[in-house]
């Protein structure tokens, strides 16, 4: 996403309006219903389930990157890199790149929390990771088949995904608050 921002927002053109609209395309189908949809085309286990999140979890970064660098292109430091002789390249990476990294690590920490909802969902439908590895979703779903036997069981697991989830929000609103 952040690669997708960044060569779009520098280079602009049709380059920039074919990502963007691919990415409002992405953005347009809700986060659970097209991870869900990846995962059942792509079968179930680790692997599609990682990649199923992560291709839901570029949009947001393509755009606030590609936003940032629009800000950032003109400004004169990047202006003096052009007239010095600085490849476009070396613009990109060395330059713009650090200048737009902040505002991508706060979306980075307030997309896990999406990251861990989405993931535990999947995981409770059965479409995620084997139950060798560990997964929320699976314990709220061994919960929910055992709910007569152990009916506190879910309501913890429930509360420790919500808690997780409040926490990482948090976190991701003190670094908006520093960056």
């Not at 010095?84 to 330059?95: M, P, Q, Y």
């Not at 919960?143 to 919500?162: H, K, Q, R, T, W």
């Amino acid at each position: 996403g952040i690669a997708i921002g960044l060569i779009g927002g520098f280079f602009g053109g049709w380059l920039d309006r074919f990502s963007m609209r691919v990415m409002d395309v992405v953005l347009s189908v809700p986060t659970i219903l097209l991870a869900l949809v990846l995962v059942a085309v792509m079968g179930g286990g680790l692997v599609p389930l990682i990649l199923a999140i992560a291709i839901v979890g570029v949009p947001p970064f393509a755009r606030l990157t590609r936003a940032s660098v629009l800000s950032v292109k003109e400004r004169p430091f990047v202006l003096a890199q052009r007239a010095a002789g600085a490849s476009t390249g070396d613009i990109l990476v060395r330059t713009i790149l650090p200048n737009v990294l902040g505002p991508a690590v706060v979306q980075l920490v307030v997309t896990a929390s999406t990251a861990i909802l989405t993931e535990s969902g999947l995981n409770f439908l059965g479409l995620g990771a084997a139950p060798p590895y560990p997964s929320l979703g699976s314990m709220l779903a061994a919960g929910n088949e055992n709910l007569f036997l152990a009916p506190l069981y879910p309501v913890l697991v429930g509360i420790s995904i919500a808690l997780l989830v409040a926490s990482f929000d948090a976190f991701g609103a003190g670094l908006q608050r520093v960056f």
